[in-house]
C-alpha cells in the first residue's frame, strides 16, 4: 500500500486529524478502557476489525500499550492494520467454527457491513451487493498459529454481522477465558428493540449466558459481557 492510499483510508476517508475521546460507533471503547483501567499492557482479538481507528473499540487499548489479534474478511482492512499496528497479528480471515470457504457479502472496497449473513445483506445493502468466497478459520486455530497462543484475553471484541454465534462457537473458552467481550446481537424483527425482549429468545445471549457471562452496558444493539 502506497503513502497516499494509506492517508486516504486511514484519515482523510475516516475524517480522523485530531485525537478523539471515542472512537467507537457508540462509545463502547469508553467503557472497555474504564474495565481495564489497571491493566497497563493486555491482549485484545478483534474480529471483524473494520479500521485501526474508526468505528473501532480496541485504538484506545493499542495506544495504551496492548497488543492483540486483528481479522477481517476485507483484505483491505488487514492492509491498514499491517501498517498502522505492525506488533499486532493482522489476518485477512473468516472466523467460523466452520473450515470452509464461506461467501461473504460486501459494499464498497472497505466497509462495516460485511457478511456471511445473505439476509443481513439484503437488509442493510438495498441498493445491491457483491460477493466473494474466502477461507474460514477457527479463533483457536488462528490463537493458536500467533505469538499469543498461551495468553488468555484480555477483551474481545466480535462484530460479523449475523455471524456472531459461529465465531463464538469456535474458541475454546476454558483454554482463553475472555475477560470482557463486546458483541453485536441482531435481532431481524425489530433492529432496535429498547425493551430487549428478543434477547430471550437470541442464541448468541443464550450461549454467554450458559457460559456464565452477564450483560454490563448495551445500546440495545452491541451489548459488553463480563
Sequence with gaps: MNFFRYIYYMYYRSKIFFPKKT??????????IDFFKRKKKGFYVDIGCYHPIEGNNTYLLFKKGW????????SLSI?????????????N??????????????????NMLNTSDEKLAKIHFRN???SKFIQSKSLNMIIKESRFGKKKID???????????????SLDF???KPKLICI????????????LDYLKRNKVYKFLINKRYKIVWNNGFSFIFN
Design 93 to 110: 480471515v473468516a472466523v467460523s467454527n466452520q473450515k470452509k470457504k464461506l461467501k461473504i457479502y460486501f459494499r464498497k472496497k472497505i
Design 23 to 32: 472512537y467507537s460507533m457508540y462509545g463502547e471503547d469508553l467503557k472497555v
Design 174 to 176: 476454558k483454554k482463553y
Design 128 to 130: 445491491g451487493f457483491e
Design 184 to 195: 453485536e446481537i441482531h435481532n431481524h424483527e425489530e433492529m432496535y428493540n429498547p425493551n
Design 155 to 169: 477483551f474481545l471484541n466480535i462484530d460479523v454481522e449475523g455471524s456472531e454465534l459461529n465465531v463464538l462457537k
Design 67 to 74: 497488543n492483540g489479534i486483528n481479522a477481517d474478511v476485507n
Design 79 to 91: 492492509e491498514l492494520f499491517k501498517k498502522a499496528r505492525k506488533n499486532d497479528r493482522n489476518i
